[in-house]
């Protein structure tokens, strides 16, 4: 019988042209002689002596055997090829240098270590009884590929530039200790990932930007409370000792809390999700790394040497000193405020729903590039694909050169094999009636055509069975996020009432998110699709203002124990005024670096910087207005009764003791 595989050229790249095999049949059907179903692994490794990279392939003792005649015939009849196919589809024809007795057995044939990889995973799906289906397929061009990676390392480096210039404008000295450590985080960041031989995806360098604005975090906790300790009164050498002591808490709870939510969304996310997720992980932990160690070994070096370093500018000496805002009698406006957005945008959520991209409802979506000559629009790509579809497909303009993205749910519960062409062709056929072009059909699908032809710079399916999933996956991990911190919360400071306190801001945040992206879809001038994107958004944004609310949770518990004949409400009120500097230079910093993505970063991303950058001001808004007051209102008692032990009143000679609340 004939069989085939896919033709490369000289540079590996797949051609349209098929490579035929006649495949001799070993009995009277059309079975082969051995299936998939010996297979106990297939991995990619490389040869100990040359060096080369290699796939193992092991099978159990029955297919050992028949591997053993079947190997020993082929290489007595001149060591012949033996064809290994999935779905009858040759994916490799290893020639038979020797008979192989012991089911163990090394494939070679100058594999890139990608192509071993893909290789030895083929050989484990075949170990599957059922038929592989394609429910989820994602094609980038490379042109729009190129466009959109660029467009982000760009927002990267302007990001990067404008957090070195705050954090020197603010910081003096203490400054360029902080850009030597952010360098530094950067560094560890790429070499990590590198290490892991990960992909970096357009998600993960959203993640590394990302990263850059919060890598900052640490080192403000820690120049904030040494800019404390030099105004009581310190020298200069315990004022750092102090600063970094007693930032340690703050710092370890705000990033425990972002990592567990980074976790979660590793665990539940899929593909791109799960890339940013990883990132996002690395970044948080090298962050730590460099701004509690790092910038400590440099500091406590140049103070050795007998130098002296600032911590602050002209500029920057006397911000936020003085500050006493009373922001628990303010809560009532904040209440009918949020109150007020996130009622209109439950309204919304039940009449208007949300404009839920191709990952939650499963069909097939594509991104078209026309000519500028064509002359099209939204309205007249869809009353054109409406005729060919049958339905009326959803169209919008990307915020590229002529370019719309068309997503259809034709044919979306059809399981044939040629589905995918079948749609393609209605597509085609739509897209020539209504722009008259002479492009023919392979080059119209074919993601690296020349840009002077229509045709599609990227598609993906997603089949209802995973849209499913990844609804019934996001929710899990919205869940599962609130009750790791939640928990984590009650762990560290023993009440409730701060759990409480931080899981209802937190609600606050995701529903405010998602009523601005129901409330507007439509609307603004770009997409704001509910996908999974949107999902690593929003649980970016739980651990971005839960960090935030922490570290004001954690001086209300500080001063709560030193301040003991202070009222609630101006305990409250001292601790967000003593932390308003970190929590403003945190949020520029953070909302700097994804303005400049969501500016000028690639169309695909847009959307999920939007999401980030008003969750990121939102976050901020809720740590003060919500989370804190919702504390206040909950706990008719925060303080803390600690018995000391009495010591001698050198002045009369009598014990007394001391109750610290």
């Known amino acids: 019988m004939w069989s085939y595989k896919p033709s490369q050229d000289g540079n590996g790249v797949l051609t349209s042209n098929y490579e035929l095999y006649l495949i001799k049949k070993q009995t009277n059907t059309d079975e082969a002689p051995l299936d998939g179903d010996v297979v106990t692994s297939g991995v990619q490794t490389l040869n100990p002596v040359n060096g080369e990279v290699e796939v193992n392939l092991r099978m159990n003792a029955a297919g050992a055997k ?83 990676i660029t467009k982000s390392v760009n927002s990267l480096l302007i990001g990067f530039l404008l957090v070195i210039l705050t954090m020197l404008a603010y910081y003096a000295g203490a400054g360029i200790i902080a850009i030597v450590s952010l360098l530094l985080n950067v560094f560890l960041i790429f070499g990590t990932l590198s290490s892991f031989g990960t992909v970096l995806t357009l998600s993960g360098i959203a993640g590394i930007v990302l990263t850059i604005g919060m890598a900052v975090d640490a080192n403000v906790i820690i120049y904030e409370r040494i800019k404390e300790e030099l105004a009581a009164g310190k020298s200069l050498k315990q004022a750092v000792t102090d600063g970094f002591y007693h930032s340690y808490s703050a710092i370890i709870d705000a990033n425990v809390t972002t990592v567990l939510t980074a976790m979660i969304l590793a665990y539940f996310g899929l593909g791109p999700v799960k890339g940013f997720a990883v990132v996002l992980i690395i970044g948080v932990l090298c962050s730590v790394f460099t701004a509690v160690f790092i910038s400590r070994l440099i500091i406590e070096w140049w103070l050795g040497k007998g130098k002296d370093i600032s911590f602050w500018t002209n500029f920057s000496k006397g911000a936020f000193k003085n500050i006493n805002i009373n922001w628990i009698g303010k809560r009532k406006i904040a209440y009918v405020f949020s109150g007020a957005i996130i009622l209109a945008g439950i309204v919304s959520m039940f009449t208007r729903g949300f404009d839920l991209g191709v990952d939650y409802k499963g069909g097939f979506s594509y991104n078209i ?161 509910v996908d999974q994107a949107f999902i690593a958004a929003i649980l970016t944004v739980i651990g971005y203002s839960i960090n935030d609310t922490v570290i004001i949770f954690d001086r209300i518990r500080e001063y709560f124990s030193l301040h003991v004949a202070d009222t609630k409400d101006e305990i409250i009120n001292r601790a967000i005024n003593s932390t308003l500097s970190r929590t403003l230079m945190t949020a520029f910093t953070t909302v700097v670096v994804i303005l400049i993505l969501f500016l000028f970063g690639g169309a695909s991303i847009k959307g999920f910087a939007f999401a980030l950058l008003i969750g990121i001001v939102v976050g901020t808004y809720s740590s003060v207005f919500i989370a804190a007051p919702i504390l206040h209102d909950l706990a008719s008692d925060l303080k803390i009764t600690k018995k000391i032990k009495p010591r001698a009143n050198k002045q009369d000679g009598k014990a007394f003791s001391r109750a610290a609340k």
């Not at 020993?72 to 009858?88: S, W, Y």
């Not at 007249?380 to 919008?396: C, E, H, I, M, Q």
């Not at 399981?415 to 072009?437: C, H, N, Q, W, Y």
């Not at 939640?486 to 306190?501: D, E």
């Open 369 to 529: 590039q026309f000519l500028s000559s064509d002359g099209m629009n939204s309205d007249k790509l869809r009353d054109g694909l409406t005729k060919s579809f049958g339905t009326a497909p959803v169209v919008k303009q990307v915020d590229a050169d002529n370019t719309f993205q068309v997503t259809t749910s034709y044919l979306i519960s059809e399981t044939a094999e040629d589905t995918p062409a079948r749609v393609m062709a209605k597509l085609f056929e739509g897209v020539s009636s209504i722009s008259g072009s002479k492009v023919s059909l392979e080059d119209f699908s074919n993601t690296e055509t020349e840009a002077d032809k229509v045709h599609i710079i990227s598609s993906a399916q997603v089949g209802p069975t995973i849209a499913d999933d990844l609804k019934r996956s996001s929710l899990y991990a919205g869940l599962f996020a609130l009750l790791a911190v939640f928990l984590y919360i009650l762990l560290r400071f023993s009440k409730w009432q701060y759990s409480a306190g931080a899981i209802i801001a937190l609600f606050h945040d995701a529903l405010f998110v998602l009523s601005i992206f129901s409330l507007f879809y439509g609307i603004l001038p770009f997409s704001l699709e």
């Open 66 to 148: 028949k591997w053993a005649e079947m190997t020993t015939k082929a290489a007595n009849d001149g060591n012949r090829e033996i064809a290994i196919a999935l779905d009858n589809e040759v994916v490799s024809a290893p020639r038979v240098n020797g008979a192989i007795t012991q089911g163990s057995s090394s494939i070679t044939g100058n594999f890139s270590v990608d192509e071993a990889v893909d290789f030895a995973s083929i050989l484990e799906v075949g170990k599957l009884p059922a038929r592989t289906n394609i429910i989820q397929e994602s094609n980038v061009g490379p042109s729009l590929g190129k466009a959109n």
